[in-house]
């Protein structure tokens, strides 16, 4: 597996594994409009064009992405994904790992993922990072927000 900067050509692909690897979080959350999932190629290519985009790729196919933007001396994570026949083999740690060596100027990294999506909380904080807050978005959804 390489990970390595996204390029603006990437966007599809990207995209398409986004979709695919949010649908068990749409199902999770009983949501099939969730952000990720009703992201267009136009946004995921602005997000390439201005953000710190990582993919991983094993014999030329994207199997995992993930954002991160300063804000200040914060890195906003997002995107975490990996292909659904692909999790559980490392690739969302080495991502997130890769991402926070490609950010040096960043003090802190912060990221949100929902209260029920029980293996993303298990990784964050595997990888030290700590819950700050809960934020209650509806009945379904509180989003727990974490710094490391």
Known sequence: MEIERAVTADAGEILTLQRAAYVSEAQLYGDPFIAPLVE???????????????KATEAGRIVGAVRGQLAGTTCLVGRLVVAPDRQGAGIGTALLTALHEQVPEATAFDLFTGHLSEGNLRLYRRLGYRETHRERMDDHLTLVHMRR
Not at 40 to 54: C, F, G, H, M, P
């Open 40 to 54: 267009s190629a136009e946004q995921v290519r602005k997000a390439i064009d201005n953000a710190t985009v990582l």
